[in-house]
């Protein structure tokens, strides 16, 4: 019983669960999003926001294909939202903080694996590599 409750109380299952509740959260968020203000917007452009009612019939068999065709303007809206308002600003916050920072790795020369700046040999291919804080000597 005890393996079962160090499974549960351990980080990562707990960063797990705390990042579905927020998805979950923000996922709503962005549907109301998408609701209020963007299919507002197709319906102005295109006449028609929801196009679930849209179908074929072949041989008596009916295809909704409407359904689909809303479920991925639905999608395309989301995926542009989230780069746009979440994913975007997120990598230029991030690259900001970490400009001042010195490299600690470089690429291997053979293999082009990251390694330590000061690395004598690479770890992934065992090729001898001049450190980068020495100057290289010509052969």
Known sequence: MSGFKKFLLRGN????AVAFVV????AGLVEDFAA???SP????LGGEPDYTGLAVTINGTKFPYGIFVTSAI???I???????????????LIER?????????????QCLSAIPIRARRC???TAEVTPATETPTAI
């Open 23 to 26: 998805g979950a959260a923000f």
């Open 13 to 16: 299952l707990v960063e797990l």
């Open 123 to 125: 770890r992934h291919c």
């Open 97 to 109: 903080i970490d400009r001042g920072k010195e490299a600690t790795e470089r690429d291997c020369p």
């Open 74 to 76: 639905a999608f395309t």
């Open 78 to 92: 989301t995926a542009a939202i989230v780069y746009f308002l979440v994913v975007l600003p997120t990598t230029k």
């Open 36 to 38: 209020s203000f963007i």
């Open 41 to 44: 917007l197709i319906a102005l």
